[in-house]
């Protein structure tokens, strides 16, 4: 397999159907700067022979602004077969030969221009950076691209990959903190496509912090995210253009709300993961009344193999569609995969086009990740948009994050990515954190929704020694009836300025047990 991180190789062309798997590949590192980064990386160490060794901490989040296998697909892993084959920590073969890290990211280059954070995965001193590269690759380069190299500590090194031309924030020897925004994602370097590529290295050692069958042993996250290879829609587009005369993925395929009852044609395309092999596809088109008016039957999709990830589209000529080239409103493309509705879409047909027609986004909701703020952990917001149909013209959706601490904004941000990171230097005990998230498609937005919490760390902990025990019963019955002081080291586990029955009640809760 051709060396890169995400391939891409044409696999067939049958009828209306054009499907185009994908695929990992190999290494995103070339060897010339590999050999030059182990330099750069001796020399640092070099100069510190007291740097602590030991075992690093678990990690607490994704260094990437985005859900995994919801906005930001993960198809690549640390391979750990030592031969010419490949096989990642779940005895599977999502990782390219020679690989020696994780692959995420987001579905075009629209997100990216739009910005995809990325954050310093731990605490940490930034060893070396490069920026002012080319980074829409899409044929891989010999350059090593955009990047940043950090000294997480305990002999544990993380090197960020593939970042945007100019969005590197850090220096070398900067001293950084879990969740503070060091660059966005992009394509520099040796990629075919926008993503972080993110590596970890123990004491000289490539390291899969990801656990399981064939990487035994405890997990390098504190919550592993749990591998997800169903099926599912990733984007999707309807259009009245012509999608042969548009470069393939990464670049962004155009998408619309409205067909003309004048065009002589329309598109849709879908951008999908994990589809099995030998499925079947569906298309039915629905009158505004509910009328069925078009119905392709049940159709084999011609993929003898899975995909990890597909693009596929049709073409429709609108003579072929009964009644819609002469009833306007609101249709429908229903679209199944072996018999599961895929894609219940809404378009309008109308006489024409009506230039600048536009439709803000769906709403969201957002949580927080950890849901209770823990003082010294960074913090991620979480939206939960609809996949493929988050917007009602099917534009890129991006999310104005405005963070306040105690009422001040500390952090404001506007990026594609459907999670965003507030640092862990940015809030302290009985903090009130919120977060403010506002979807937009560059025109309108949708509401903004708000949410906000306390920082209370863990309940119970009066004197943070990661245990709930007689000592802070102690301390919290000492100062029973009275008001707290600025934090619940007094005892107020809830930060309501009093220490009553409900902290007493939230300690008792966990009495006996640890923190983590």
């Not at 209306?16 to 990992?24: A, F, G, R």
């Not at 590949?25 to 602590?52: E, K, Y």
């Not at 004491?203 to 996250?221: H, I, K, L, N, Q």
């Amino acid at each position: 397999m051709t060396p890169a991180c995400l391939l891409i190789s044409l696999l067939l062309t049958s009828g209306l159907v054009t499907v185009q798997p994908l695929e990992h590949g190999g290494t995103c590192v070339t060897p010339q700067h590999l050999a030059d980064r182990q330099q750069i990386v001796a020399d640092w160490f070099a100069a510190r022979p007291a740097a602590l060794r030991g075992t690093p901490a678990p990690l607490t989040f994704y260094p990437l602004g985005g859900n995994l296998y919801r906005d930001i697909w993960m198809g690549n892993f640390v391979d750990l077969d030592p031969g010419p084959g490949a096989f990642d920590f779940d005895c599977t073969d999502y990782a390219g030969n020679g690989h020696r890290g994780s692959d995420a990211g987001p579905r075009w280059f629209g997100e990216q221009e739009i910005g995809v954070a990325v954050f310093a995965a731990a605490d940490g001193v930034v060893i070396a950076t490069n920026d002012g590269e080319d980074d829409h690759n899409v044929s891989g380069s010999a350059t090593p691209g955009n990047y940043v190299f950090i000294d997480h500590g305990g002999g544990q090194i993380g090197y960020y990959y593939h970042l945007r031309k100019f969005s590197v924030a850090v220096s070398p020897t900067d001293t950084v903190v879990a969740g503070q925004q060091i660059g966005m994602a992009a394509s520099s370097g040796n990629s075919f496509g926008p993503h972080l590529h993110f590596e970890l290295e123990r004491d000289g050692v490539t390291y899969e912090p990801f656990a399981g069958a064939c990487r035994p042993g405890p997990s390098g996250w504190s919550n592993q995210t749990p591998l997800d290879r169903s099926h599912f829609l990733w984007d999707f587009g309807i259009t009245h253009e012509d999608l042969s005369t548009f470069p393939w993925w990464p670049f962004t395929f155009p998408r619309g709300g409205q067909i003309a009852m004048s065009d002589p044609f329309l598109e849709f395309w879908i951008l999908g993961a994990g589809l099995p092999a030998n499925t079947t596809w569906r298309v039915q088109f629905q009158r505004p009344d509910g009328v069925v008016t078009l119905d392709s039957t049940t159709i084999p999709y011609g993929n003898p193999t899975p995909f990890q990830w597909y693009l596929t589209w049709w073409h429709y000529n609108l003579v072929d569609i009964p009644d819609i080239q002469t009833t306007p409103g609101t249709w429908k493309i229903l679209f199944d995969i072996d018999g599961v509705r895929m894609i219940d879409a809404p378009f309008e047909v109308r006489p024409a086009r009506t230039a600048g027609f536009n439709r803000p986004p769906a709403n969201v909701t957002v949580a927080f990740d950890p849901p209770a703020p823990t003082p010294g952990q960074a913090l991620v917001a979480r939206v939960d948009a609809e996949r493929g149909n988050d917007d009602p013209d099917y534009d890129i959706v991006r999310f104005r994050y405005e963070w306040r601490v105690n009422g001040a904004l500390v952090r404001d941000v506007t990026t594609a990515g459907q999670a965003d990171v507030l640092a862990r230097d940015q809030f302290g005990t009985c903090d009130l954190v919120e977060v403010s998230v506002t979807p937009g498609d560059g025109l309108l937005n949708a509401a903004t929704t708000t949410i906000a919490a306390p920082a209370t760390g863990c309940v119970g902990d009066t004197n943070g020694d990661g245990l709930v025990d007689l000592s802070d019963l102690a301390t919290l019955l000492a100062g029973f009836g009275q008001q707290a002081g600025a934090t619940p080291a007094d005892g107020d586990t809830d930060c309501d300025g009093d220490i009553d029955l409900s902290d007493l009640a939230a300690l008792l809760s966990r009495f006996g047990a640890g923190c983590s």
